[in-house]
């Protein structure tokens, strides 16, 4: 089932279905938000929601246009990737409120996504920090061409509150750099995440065994 967004000019995201699988939001004890790839599908990604989520988590996985969230390497200037950025957060931001909405408490909501995929979903988590699920990141990081902590830290204390965080890349991503992976987890251990970051040596740009368990396990917590 899919259930589409309102839409809007500057949202080209915003008329794309929000595709459904697992448990009911109804239902479900924990749901898992899945953000795919540039030139994926939100119903590929939803085959590693499956992998790793119980048959009791609602996984809710929002469709870019295009199949691409935006138009240029997550290490240019933000500008340059709008406005599909911020429509793609927003679609993110639409899938967890999805499950917040039908009862799902947000701490039973978990973010992952993959490539292009996982740096919206770490730079959805801070931006929009409270304490989440968890977050899998799995090769991708925080958007834009330099990284400031100070410019995701607002005025509340540990404002993700001790969620799961998890970032797995290899250390020699063709599209990733390993320093953004760090960047990466300094900004969500500055906003109270408990981060766990994975580097793997020699390893191409796709999902590895280990990273599918240590996800398959955060989700299990949930419910």
């Not at 957060?89 to 999805?98: D, F, I, K, Q, R």
């Not at 899998?136 to 990081?141: C, R």
Request: charged share 20%.
């Amino acid at each position: 089932m899919s259930r589409r967004t309102p839409h809007s000019g500057d949202d080209p995201h915003g008329d794309q279905p929000l595709v459904t699988g697992g448990a009911t939001v109804d239902e479900a004890a924990a749901a898992l938000v899945l953000v795919h790839g540039r030139g994926a599908t939100a119903r590929s990604i939803l085959g590693f929601g499956e992998e790793v989520a119980g048959d009791d988590v609602a996984l809710l996985a929002p469709q870019a246009a295009g199949n691409t969230w935006y138009p240029n390497s997550f290490l240019s200037p933000v500008a340059e990737n709008e406005p599909g950025r911020s429509s793609g957060l927003e679609a993110v931001g639409n899938a967890v409120e999805t499950a917040v909405d039908a009862g799902i408490d947000a701490e039973s909501v978990a973010v992952a996504g993959f490539s292009q995929g996982a740096c919206l979903a770490s730079e959805f988590v801070a931006r929009t920090p409270r304490r989440y699920g968890g977050l899998a990141a799995l090769s991708g990081g925080v958007i834009g061409d330099s990284v400031v902590v100070d410019d995701y830290v607002g005025d509340d204390v540990d404002p993700l509150a001790g969620t799961p965080a998890f970032l797995g890349c290899s250390d020699v991503d063709p599209h990733i750099p390993k320093e953004r992976v760090h960047e990466t987890e300094a900004v969500l251990e500055a906003l109270g995440a408990a981060v766990e970051t994975r580097l793997y040596e020699g390893m191409g740009h796709g999902i590895n065994e280990d990273e599918t368990e240590y996800v398959s396990a955060m989700i299990a917590d949930l419910s």
